[in-house]
């Protein structure tokens, strides 16, 4: 009888655990607050190509593929690859023309800290190039199998914890590259199945503003982080590892490139590489409606329109103001350049916001973002929630410097998601068009001081024309 009543009482719990199972499944597929932008973004059954398919992560005997390059990208320190090879933390590309891959220089390099005085050159320990018929010898018979798509950031932290150089040198690069390649096949870019950071551990990675975590699972939410503990795991597997497909993001190896080099930005290089106008978008639209829950839609004046309870009736410009922190304006050209943007607000032209980003959560700052045409504050961090703002001919970054400084910073976002770009130098306002760009960068002795001017009426001006010139008729 207790037989009978254990088994029955077994079959019921199988039962509820399989519902529970579905139940889960079911609520992560349709809660909206964990999604992927369905009208950019493919399902996994989509995934890339047709002979590229996940499958599961397995140890298995295998004949050796030779390591190759999807799509046509060759941009320094953001390469992809397909069968590449990891055996004791050394990278190996399995190869019969070696010619036909990059100097190893422009792949990786060493993983120090930059700026310090480090040999930065890569040798045999960091990445090897072998023939076919050198694999048995080096790499063994048994091959564990990494499947899907890895983003192997390879540097140190020295330049994660910031917001910036995270999303708009690492991310935004990466993206770039990778929208480039699959969108040229005619195939839909589908999210990375991991994140890959071996040289770091930890929370390293995560900036002090908090916001590089959050936005990452908010962007990335099928995508894992894994850290220098996962790479030591696989390490020390002792035996060959074998990534699908992999990019490598290296930045000293980025910086070789001829347009980082003339920029100074590791993001320069990507420039080259061929990208539809709107490939920024599945990240922007599924990041802002997982923090959101909802994506506000700009019209052609600048306003939001959608949602109902989020109209804006005007096109709304924010002033991140540095007040609170380094880098910032003097007292008085912050208090003038505020009565001069407020003017615009009381001839109903704009809504007008100040935000001091350090005060606000997460969600706040980037809907202030979402819901801006403009935005305009000195050279700093807060400039990279532009990568939130939709994309329009009105859109608009204003960028205060010191008078005779130039850097591209913020300048290669706005050109990567769609913004027109003002530097400003007081009351000169300097902006290029596709295709030309400032001839230079000048680092002034005034760039990181805290006592900065800026004549407001010359940014209002400039304001005024952006929200109520005509726009060219699209035929």
Known sequence: MSIGISSRRGRQLALFT?????GIFLWFIVDPKVVLDREYFHTSSDKLDV???????HTTPTSTSETTF???ARVHGFLIFDQLYMRDGVFYIVTSNVSSFPPRRNILSRPFNLGEGHDMEPTDQDLKFISPDEVKTVLGENMFNVSGFSVIEHDTRQFMTHYYHWW????LGFWRIYSGMTLAAGITPTPPDRFILPNVFDDEWRDPAGLNGPLMRAGFPTTTIENGAYWKDLMALKTTIVFERAMIIDRDAAHRHEWASRWFKMIGGTMEAIAPNNYWEPIRRTTIKNLLGYLPKLNDRGVVIEPLRANSQLPIVTYISRQGGQRRLSNEAHENLVDALKSLEDERICIF?????ERLTVQEQIEHAARSTILIGVHGNGLTHQLWMSPSPRSTVMEILDVGS????????ARNVGHRHYAVWNDTLITYPKGEYNDGINYGENLHTNNHTVYGPAIARVVRERLLESLPLIS
């Open 18 to 22: 399989s519902a529970l199972a579905i």
């Open 168 to 171: 708009g040198e690492i991310v």
């Open 51 to 57: 002979e590229h398919k996940n499958s599961s992560t």
């Open 406 to 413: 130039y850097v591209f910073d913020y300048e290669m976002l």
């Open 70 to 72: 999807p799509g046509h």
């Open 353 to 357: 916001n100040v935000a001091s980003m």
